[in-house]
């Protein structure tokens, strides 16, 4: 049975569609991201997971429990979710111990400390009870949130942008840390985000979403490598498009010859579209007599980024190769992959 499931989701505020007929479920300890850009609706789903937005059509459901739906409304703090924000949200007169204990009812006063304990320990601020908020980085501010949220051992955890406060440096190195801190203690989560980046860094899943929709949901791997559409393609990292046409069904043919798909198309013959090319799916070698021209030179350290001009078309193209200079004529070959073709 998966942890949360959401079937036909529509929501509105006043009468606007916001979420349009929206499908997700969620495994036990399974981590997904709410991707897009501003304004989509990502905030709005989570809000309704946690029973701060209501649905007009559809349910969600955590461990096979409606809580929205079918004539059911679940208040907020009876749904077992934990919720961590972008401004951490702690209580500034609280010390670090009273913040991670609020939720936390029901329990001994003996309890309690052990609770406290474990979650100072789990989240590396053992020692730190008795400060207050602002006696302390932003980061151990984060972490304190996070102890909060885990304290009251929810089914599920909702995080929105928690890392957009927090310094770039320290940022890749805190999301592997909650990223492991949910891990170990079996949380599923859902995590929203504007950031591909963090995505793919942080969860296990993405539900990409445009305008209210969700275009695609899965693995990140597959959507960076079979995406459904331009949008897709081009919201999960740098594109290029070469114009084809299907040869058969595992050829095309392009300004770069005729190239080998190592799955099979799904497009009829004759019929002509896009082809998708990732930066490090083609290969440069020098060539006076070669078909593109290197436009320009960007080294990023590990590889160095190209500008190659092909005819007409501009392409990126990222290369191990760092000797390739401004002006020199070159070759692009492509690496035999499953291609993905974009029907015109
Ligand atoms: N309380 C509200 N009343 C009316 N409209 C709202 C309200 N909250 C959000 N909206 C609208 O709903 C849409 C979706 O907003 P939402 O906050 O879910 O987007 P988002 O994808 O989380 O964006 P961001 O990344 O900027 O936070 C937007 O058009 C927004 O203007």
Redesign the pocket.
Known sequence: MSTLSISNVTSD??GQV?LQQLNLTLQQGEIVALL?P???????LLKAIAGLQGISQGCIKINGQVLSGEGVFIASEQRGVGMIFQDYALFPHLTVGDNILFGVKGLAQHERKTRLIEMLELVKLAGLSERYPHELSGGQQQRVSIARALAYQPEIMLLDEPFSNIDAQVRHEMMLEIRAILKQRNVSAVF?T?SKDEAFVFADKLAL?EQGHIVQHGAAETLYANPNSRYVADFLGTTNYLPVTVLSDYQVKSPLGVLTSSTALSHAVEVQGQLLLRPQQMMLQADPQGLAEVVDRRFLGTVCHYQVKLNDIYLDVSSPIMSFAAGQRVNLTVAEHPLVVFID
Do not use: A
């Open positions: 505020y006043q916001i897009g501003s304004g989509c609706g990502k905030t709005t929203v504007h979403f």
